[in-house]
């Protein structure tokens, strides 16, 4: 891929877009440059910036309501669309953000961008913003469903309906096909294919012989308003709701929410809770590669290699029941730190674990690599780096395009940075080099976890930091003490007002939050950037002219979570 030379300065890149629009504003908040634009000028400065300086990346479009400020003429709009953009070279982030009126339209950056198309219907569906020339029916909610869920003046309402059917998506109809083929074609469910999404989501094929010619995906079976639920609760309350977002990996979603919430209150956190934090993911990464590639190889019929990952997923699955008391959801996270530290004779069992992991990926590549079962599919569904990039892929499904990004590396948090460890790529962006890439993955993830057992520093797992802190650690409470305590129950921990994003490196690509804090102990407003969101609405376009067996390939390799899809 031949990489074109670029200015290398953010400060040159905002001196050029103020010469061709001086009315920009700019300010940084959380290591993120914010752009605020008008409506008219948006397209075309956002055009300008993936032409001309590199953000070539969408990593989201989402919305705010600003209810309370517009009703008080504190703000003239009500509304503002930002669009998250990166530079893959100099792992740079931009904020752009676009103020609306209520019955004011935008224009849609689907013809900039492939994978903007689900979040503007959600946008839509949620907020009420119209894009010009886009789709407008509902993608996460019901017909059933009356109003703007995500504004804020949207009333709760429990209702039933007896009378509520599920509705397949159907195709639409095609002048140009001939009555002859038109009788030829058949239309098939190709779900539910992973484990964990029995029943979650629906992908119709249409097929003729035995090649797909197009294909419907209908999500929102498992919507259940996770950035609506947060907008009542404490930041500490959220944590398990971020946790059932992946059920194949949840402490990596708790995580990822603890680690934004301290970066926005700037808590510094202890050394070993670091260290575990990165044991932790490291092992989840482990356990979700290994339930997506025992799903796959079932799927495919190579039950052996399904029943060694089974193993693997079940050595992994010990360590989390030892440590958290649960296999998966243990919510052992808190703001500030781990519930607990690691039990007494824990190390020796994961070191243990990871041994016998070592021995049977060894097992596994034996017997995939060369298998013609597995072979077949090479090549089949392949995605080129700009095809990825374009529908905002990220970890594994990037990496398998030949595309050298890993927030670990690029963007490292915690002690990454302190620790060996490489980068798989694949070539072809197909289910084979998925498959090659999330197993040399695991291989690195237990060498990752191996060098922190090695050096895990000691201390505490929890900040002593007084915000967080319930007590003054004295065995006599005094009566400040007791107020404190009573104020973080019952407000929780405060958040200085403004807006804050953070990542990780999540076992399917980035999994990042943003939040917007109006300085209470409750987010204002939530956003849950969920990589399989952006992978799976590509799957429809990704499966057309190719075989029925490779398109079941294409979703397995995927790993489409519908926690993270729906949410």
């Known amino acids: 891929m031949v990489i074109r030379s670029r200015k290398s300065s953010i400060v040159k890149i905002l001196d050029s877009l103020n010469k061709n629009f001086p009315t920009l504003d700019f300010k940084e908040s959380s290591g993120?440059?914010?752009?605020?634009?008008?409506?008219?000028?948006?397209?075309?400065?956002?055009?300008?910036?993936?032409?001309?300086?590199?953000?070539?990346?969408?990593?989201?479009?989402?919305?705010?309501?600003?209810?309370?400020?517009?009703?008080?003429?504190k703000c003239e709009k009500r509304f503002t669309v930002t669009y998250h953009l990166l530079h893959l070279e100099e792992h740079k982030r931009i904020s752009v953000n676009v103020d609306l009126n209520e019955h004011e339209t935008i224009q849609s950056f689907s013809e900039l961008w492939l994978n903007s198309k689900w979040p503007e219907r959600e946008i839509a569906e949620m907020f009420g913003i119209n894009f010009e020339n886009h789709q407008t029916s509902k993608l996460l909610t019901s017909d059933y469903i009356i109003g703007y869920p995500l504004r804020k003046d949207w009333v709760y309402q429990a209702k039933s309906h007896q009378d509520l059917v599920f509705k397949k998506p159907e195709f639409s109809w095609l002048p140009e096909i001939g009555d002859d083929e038109r009788l030829c074609r058949q239309v098939i469910d190709l779900s539910p294919s992973h484990p964990a999404i029995q029943g979650t989501f629906v992908v119709r094929a249409e097929v003729l012989g035995n090649k797909v010619k197009r294909a419907l995906v209908e999500i929102g079976l498992q919507h259940r308003g996770v950035e609506k639920i947060s907008e009542s609760k404490h930041y500490g309350q959220?944590?398990?709701?971020?946790?059932?977002?992946?059920?194949?990996?949840?402490?990596?979603?708790?995580?990822?929410?603890?680690?934004?919430?301290?970066?926005?209150?700037?808590?510094?956190?202890?050394?070993?809770?670091?260290?575990?934090?990165?044991?932790?993911?490291?092992?989840?990464?482990?356990?979700?590669?290994?339930?997506?590639?025992?799903?796959?190889?079932?799927?495919?019929?190579?039950?052996?290699?399904?029943?060694?990952?089974?193993?693997?997923?079940?050595?992994?699955?010990?360590?989390?029941?030892?440590?958290?008391?649960?296999?998966?959801?243990?919510?052992?996270?808190?703001?500030?730190?781990?519930?607990?530290?690691?039990?007494?004779?824990?190390?020796?069992?994961?070191?243990?674990?990871?041994?016998?992991?070592?021995?049977?990926?060894?097992?596994?590549?034996?017997?995939?690599?060369?298998?013609?079962?597995?072979?077949?599919?090479h090549g089949e569904g392949g995605m080129n780096a700009a095809q990825a990039i374009e529908w905002g892929f990220s970890g594994p499904c990037l990496r398998a395009c030949g595309v050298n990004y890993d927030l670990r590396k690029n963007s490292p948090y915690y002690f990454y940075q302190d620790v060996e460890f490489e980068v798989p790529l694949g070539i072809n962006g197909d289910p084979y080099d998925r498959y090659l890439v999330r197993v040399e993955e695991m291989q690195q993830s237990l060498k990752i976890v191996s060098q922190v057992l090695d050096h895990i520093p000691s201390g505490s797992v929890q900040t002593e930091d007084p915000r967080l802190a319930k007590t003054t650690g004295s065995l006599r409470l005094t009566s400040a003490d007791?107020?404190?305590?009573?104020?973080?129950?019952?407000?929780?921990?405060?958040?200085?007002?403004?807006?804050?994003?953070?990542?990780?490196?999540?076992?399917?690509?980035?999994?990042?939050?943003?939040?917007?804090?109006?300085?209470?102990?409750?987010?204002?407003?939530?956003?849950?950037?969920?990589?399989?969101?952006?992978?799976?609405?590509?799957?429809?376009?990704?499966?057309?002219?190719?075989?029925?067996?490779?398109?079941?390939?294409?979703?397995?390799?995927?790993?489409?979570?519908?926690?993270?899809?729906?949410?």
């Not at 055009?47 to 300086?53: G, Q």
């Not at 953000?55 to 209810?67: M, R």
């Not at 949840?250 to 934090?277: H, S, Y």
């Open 32 to 73: 993120l440059l914010h752009v605020n634009l008008d409506n008219i000028i948006v397209y075309d400065v956002v055009k300008l910036l993936k032409k001309d300086f590199g953000f070539i990346f969408l990593l989201d479009i989402f919305a705010t309501d600003h209810l309370n400020d517009y009703s008080s003429g």
């Open 238 to 377: 959220f944590i398990p709701y971020a946790e059932r977002l992946n059920f194949s990996s949840p402490m990596m979603g708790a995580i990822a929410w603890a680690k934004t919430v301290e970066e926005a209150i700037e808590i510094e956190m202890t050394d070993r809770c670091q260290a575990l934090r990165m044991i932790m993911m490291e092992l989840s990464r482990v356990l979700d590669h290994s339930t997506s590639l025992a799903a796959m190889a079932q799927d495919l019929r190579a039950w052996d290699a399904s029943v060694i990952f089974q193993r693997i997923r079940s050595h992994v699955s010990a360590l989390f029941l030892s440590y958290t008391g649960s296999r998966l959801m243990g919510s052992s996270v808190r703001i500030g730190g781990m519930v607990h530290d690691l039990p007494i004779g824990w190390v020796t069992k994961c070191l243990d674990a990871i041994y016998l992991i070592q021995t049977e990926l060894k097992e596994i590549l034996s017997i995939l690599n060369r298998a013609p079962s597995w072979l077949v599919f």
């Open 482 to 567: 007791y107020a404190k305590h009573f104020d973080l129950y019952q407000n929780g921990t405060k958040i200085n007002a403004g807006s804050y994003y953070s990542f990780i490196e999540s076992a399917n690509g980035e999994l990042g939050f943003y939040i917007r804090s109006d300085g209470s102990g409750i987010p204002y407003r939530t956003r849950v950037r969920a990589p399989s969101f952006f992978h799976f609405q590509s799957f429809c376009d990704s499966i057309q002219n190719v075989s029925l067996e490779s398109a079941t390939a294409i979703l397995s390799s995927l790993n489409a979570i519908s926690g993270e899809i729906d949410r």
